[in-house]
């Protein structure tokens, strides 16, 4: 796999219920580096452009309604095969379909309230991570375990 960046959202309803540490917590138990992090109450353009593959679905006006009404936190996570790792860590989509184990599959409530969004391919993070973060908000750093890391 290669070095990757991905981003994650966790969406009102996860910073509501008070599952912020909880949710980083298991990406950084994966192994994965957080380079960017923020809590932002998204722009209805925001929320927009992030959802504008789904601008003509009939539940289009329901999701910006959803990610703009309270704060959301921002992240950007990077390591070997992060998007596919941070997808499985994640879970299906609907949380009645999401393995036990996943966040959705242990936290979620309800399609309309499950509780965390994550890019679903290398050009969705690039758009994604661009929309959200300038360039100065991202941090390249190295991990000072590092050295004993042993490498694949």
């Not at 949710?23 to 380079?35: D, H, M, S, T």
């Not at 996570?77 to 790792?85: H, L, M």
């Not at 399609?111 to 959200?132: C, K, M, Y």
Request: proline share 5%; glycine share 12%; hydrophobic share 40%.
């Amino acid at each position: 796999m290669a070095m990757e960046r991905t981003f994650v959202a966790i969406k009102p309803d996860g910073v509501q219920r008070g599952l912020v540490g909880e949710i980083l917590g298991r990406f950084e138990r994966k192994g994965f580096k957080l380079v960017g992090l923020k809590q932002v109450t998204p722009s209805r353009d925001l929320a927009g452009e992030h959802y504008g593959v789904h601008r003509e679905r009939p539940f289009f006006a329901g999701l910006v309604d959803f990610i703009t009404s309270g704060p959301v936190i921002a992240m950007v996570w990077e390591g070997d095969g992060v998007i596919a790792s941070a997808r499985k860590l994640i879970g299906a989509t609907k949380p009645l379909e999401a393995e036990p184990g996943t966040i959705r599959g242990d936290l979620a409530v309800n399609i309309g309230r499950n509780v965390i969004h994550g890019s679903d391919g290398p050009d969705t993070a690039q758009f994604e991570i661009n929309l959200w973060f300038s360039a100065e908000e991202l941090n390249t750093w190295t991990p000072s375990d590092q050295d004993w890391r042993i490498e694949s």
